[in-house]
């Protein structure tokens, strides 16, 4: 499946320049900021935890290519940072008088192709589709202490997320490793605004892909973590 996204993002973009030269395809380059979290969907849900939005970034490649007068398809290629912030007061909030400072987070990188319907109304965008991404790596990280009530807890560690398909063999993974789904499918739905060259858009993004792997020799559960959030980008058309 690695192997096919890389194929796909190649021919991707090689027929995004060649179509260029030959038609009204418009390039661009984007970068933005974004807000991200996980949605959970647990089998216990005792087992869920108290999630704030994680900022990251993303920047990337674009190629619009119309369809009708006002219609067109956009695609291209884009690297971006997804995960969440773990809400550690909330996490220990049934512990009375104690103080929490620190920070835990997941936070993930992907290559994604978003494949994009963008209709526009004079400068206004409307944009709506799907993408389709590969997780290149990530990490989890525990930085925070607790005091007080009797209680002196000190955490300080930080595991490595390797992307996997499929099934995953625990009995591979290194001291501090583990691992996460590499496929994230979902939706993404924005508006947005053109002055001259450059479109500001504000997207809504809806993963469809579970992030929790399957573990080999291990019950099977209905657990599901998806990422969710919100793009704010700029896009320069050449």
């Known amino acids: 499946m690695k192997k096919i996204f890389y194929s796909l993002s190649i021919v991707l973009l090689v027929l995004i320049f060649a179509i260029s030269g030959h038609s009204q395809v418009t390039l ?60 550690l007061e909330e996490v220990y909030e049934e512990i009375s008088d104690i103080t929490v400072e620190g920070k835990s987070y997941l936070g993930f990188s992907y290559l994604e192709i978003p494949i994009h319907l963008d209709f526009k109304m004079n400068n206004f965008h409307l944009i709506a589709g799907p993408y389709i991404g590969l997780g290149l790596g990530g990490k989890a990280v525990s930085d925070f202490t607790v005091t007080g009530a009797g209680t002196d807890l000190t955490v300080d560690n930080e595991l490595t997320f390797n992307p996997a398909f499929g099934e995953v063999d625990p009995d591979t993974f290194g001291d501090n490793e583990d691992a996460f789904n590499a496929l994230d499918i979902g939706l993404n739905l924005g508006v947005g605004y053109q002055t001259g060259p450059v479109l500001i858009s504000v997207e809504y993004s809806y993963g469809f892909g579970n992030i929790t792997p399957k573990y080999k020799d291990t019950e099977d559960t209905d657990d599901k973590l998806t990422n969710t959030g919100i793009n704010v980008a700029a896009t320069y058309l050449f």
Not at 59 to 74: E, F, H, K, T
């Open 28 to 87: 661009g380059a984007k970068v933005g900021v974004n807000m991200y979290t996980f949605n959970q969907s647990l089998e216990d849900e005792d087992d869920e935890v108290s999630l704030n939005l994680r900022p990251g970034f993303l920047i990337g490649l674009v190629a619009n290519i119309p369809l009708q007068d006002n219609l067109s398809l956009r695609s291209g290629i884009t690297f971006i940072t997804k995960g969440t912030n773990i809400d």
